[in-house]
């Protein structure tokens, strides 16, 4: 079946020839047109258009966005802050930082317009340490868009204002984590928090109600204002409405940013034929389809199952190739389409020294606050790297796999989940590559394989 | 006493067990309670919860409702409700308890979780107990003993991380030892309001540390060594010198203030090697400052003073003394704010047989609103109580400290409220002055004033006033004898011999009963039991009480009858001035 054609909601400007990220450009292509009509409304109107829109987080974990709007604690008379996040660091995710790159101006219109819904007075875009021009470029939009009252005082002529301040991050992967992206925000170590109770929804930032959403979330907001709920429930799938934005890199021939309706492409249909295939003379081997921790694909593997298509039960028989690009289907294969970012292996990768390239990310990026996740992540990079550059032992499978499974579940935030699926996916997948590992460093490495620092 | 209202009780299971708690309780207070031990390391019941060590993981779940009816499911084969087990452990310090929750805390699950906890809080800890302070006090210890899995799976290098930094005058940091509970930055930020501690560097690689330019140098810094679950945190006075499996613990009082800091002494062979403070929720939580820890180094100072002569001897110098000046008012007796009740009580007796005036110097410093009161006795409201004195003595002027607590307190202490009896000397009225420990000099009182008198002076220490005294009768500190102190809150707090004193001093209560025995002519108590039966059938406040039945925590005691004076202390950590009180440390 040939691959769909894109279908481009958050892309729709950018890569055009000419479109530039200044308000002038997006002014002449209908930009701030909806926050104009927004502001207009019942703010109430517009919280009912994204929930019926059934729009899920693009920041992670598909948390519906109007679910989460509807958590907010509205009658405590604190202030309602809302936070942008984008601080994306999740190794193989970057469609962020284009959107903020190309498109600011999409940012803060769909920022603007979620401030007004929730009676928000005060926005943070929490944007990614390491992104200074990414800064630039959005303090610069907001002043071209404070000037022209779409943000600020008065916004667009009515008693409606609200302000936007960027925020640059501390550099490091946890300030992503809602918690810990507050925690910095108000001038701490982001140290996630526990919830119960700190729930941002009730006690966020400052210990006010929070609302803390994804980039790319927030740009849909304003595609769902425009368009109306329904009318995205159209786009996509069931319960993945909307289109997705899948960032891929790695071993294929046309590694980049591509939009899709969620769940109308497969795996398969997007690396074949919208990636161009593996790299001549190589086979694809594995993926990882949500970002590094979500759990590894193995090229070859089936998926067996039953699945809800309309109100029937139907019968799913999968290889990696045919799984539907989309939350639900890639949670029913027990992986995640998480940030979207879409990491491909070929036959040159050793999958252990896969592993140890996510493990030294994890076991450097944990805040260190939460014993499992602190000692766990070092430990299995340590594993991991003593496999590489010095003694692997036929034993240290089983001890990696021991040590991930004393994590997930057990940790302050998600991210004892995010470093230990790793491990836990490669050896439940390429279990014997691990146990191979003693006689594999023995032998030559195959021609154009990765040298591992 | 006004009983504290009752609170809203729920009920939860642990462990099989129902047990009604209050409102608000988290899981592990709750299952301490039905003595069930949760181990945790991060959890403090008197800091904030952060739930990072994850020690404290168990299984939870909460009776399951018909979504319809809101009835309870009764599960058919037990006939009990059915629970809704939560698939993954919780943690049972950030949980409150509510309404039939359920808490297993050896299941398989628990078990595993904590074993996965203790193997990874293990393998980049130095492991170097043999010649750690900690050892036979660490929680690291005594959980991974209890609750780990006893052989090790690593292979790897362990981090490497400072081995002694010197946070402050009195704390030593091991950071290899240190499980990042956070318990030190928390109590510095939250109980001693001197924010100077927190991590650098991420992951395992997180480092406590001083932030730049900053010291742990606040006067409680040492509570960050006792509330440390491991030996990261070592006093640096203590470090190295005993195990504390030899040392014997006693129950005493911290003297440094009216505020009576419940405490501990740690002793072996008859010499103390540290204090640390004792938990009482009314008085001073889990708390106490440093400066108090320092007290017990007087007890060895080389200027303790011992007697040469007999004990009878110095009393029947004393007896002629006194039958010289039998006038009434030709003698005084200065008493002491850090005299214990008993004490206080026989030197009324004393004054009494005597004829004699009695006055108390008064001891002001600046409070700290913790646990340092502006009031530098730790028992004038003792004093009050037994009617040694009947109004509070004068505040003194600004004088320097005489002992020094080596400028953890800062301000100086204003000693004096001599000034009747200096008048009276100088119109050559008073002939003799009895003091109770009180260095009369300190206490506002001319040399060329003494000289005038003749002292008789029971103390512990030399100075001015022993030098210039006729009669001294050495005696003991408050860690070599028995007693009780009233504190700023009217309570009576017990204190226990911890060592026993030097060869030539005598107890107090012995001194002083002796003397009132000679001046009146009729015998007197000196035992703490005897003396209980007089005491409580002559104070009104004391009516009801024995020594023996004075519980650990203390007794608070009718204040009524003293309600109107003008008291010189602040707000501190569980006690605010009434209305009338004058605080002088605003
Ligand atoms: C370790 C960790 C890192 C995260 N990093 C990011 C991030 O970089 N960007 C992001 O949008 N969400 C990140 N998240 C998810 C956020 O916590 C949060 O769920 C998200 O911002 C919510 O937005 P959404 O509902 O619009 O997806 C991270 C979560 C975890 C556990
Ligand atoms: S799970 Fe890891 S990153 Fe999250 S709070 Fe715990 S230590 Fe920090
Ligand atoms: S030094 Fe002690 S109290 Fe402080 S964080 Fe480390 S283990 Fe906890
Ligand atoms: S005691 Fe540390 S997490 Fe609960």
Redesign the interface.
Known sequence: MAAPAQRRIIFQHIDEPGYSNDLACYVRNGGYEVLKKSVTRPPAELIDEVKKSGLRGRGGAGFPCGVKWGLVDRKSGKPIYLIVNADESEPGTFKDRYIMHQDPHQLIEGTMISCFANNVKQAYIYIRGEMPHGARILERAIAEARAAGFVGKNICGTTYSCDIFVHRGAGAYICGEETGLIESLEGKRANPRIKPPYFPAVLGLYQCPTIVNNVETLCHVKYIVEHGGDAFTKVGTPNNTGTRIFCVSGHVQRPGYYEFEAGKITMGQLLYEVCGGPLPGRTFKAVIPGGSSAKILRFGERFKGKRKVGAEMVDYDWGVEDVPMDFDSLGMIGTMGGSGGVIVMDDTVNMVEALANINAFYSHESCGQCTPCREGSLWMKKITTRMVHGQARNEDAALLKSVADQIPGRTICAFGEACSWPTQSFIAKFGDEFKQYPETKKAAKPVGAHELV | MIAPPKPDLVTVNIDGREIAVPKGTNVIEAARLVNVDVPHYCYHPKLT???????C?IEMGMPAVDPATKAPIIDPVTGKPKINWI???Q?GC??NVSPGLHVKTTSPMVK??RE??M???L??HPLDCPICDQAGECKLQEQSTGYGRGYS??V??K?VKPKRTQLGPRVTLDDERC??C?RCIRFSKEIAKDDVL??V??????TLTCFPGKQLANNYSLNTVDICPVGALTSTDFRFKMRVWFLKQTNSIDTETSVGANTVVWSREGQIYRLTPRRNDDVNDTWMPDSGRELFKAVMAADRLVATTHLDALVAQAAELFKMNASAGAIAVVGSGRSSVEEQFLTKKLAAALKASTQLVSRVGQGDQLLISADRNPNVRGALVTGLISKLPKVGDATPLSRSTKGAVAAPIRTGGLTDLAASIDAGKVKVVVSIGEDLIAAGLTAAQLANVSVVYLGTHANATSAAAKIVFPTLSVFEKNGTFVNQQFRLQKFAKAVPGPQGATDDLIVLAKLTAAASSAPMASDLGSLWTLISAEVPAFAMTSYAQVPETGLLIDATPFAALPFVEGETLHFKPAAAAVALDS
Not at chain 2, 49 to 55: A, D, E, L, P
Not at chain 2, 201 to 206: L, P, T
């Open positions: 919860i952060v739930g990072n060590c994850r020690m993981l698939p993954r452990p943690i950030g949980t595993d979780a996965g906890v193997e990874f809080l393998i980049n799976r690593f790897e290098q981090n499980i990042l956070s927190g991590f560097d991420r992951g395992s690689y997180s």
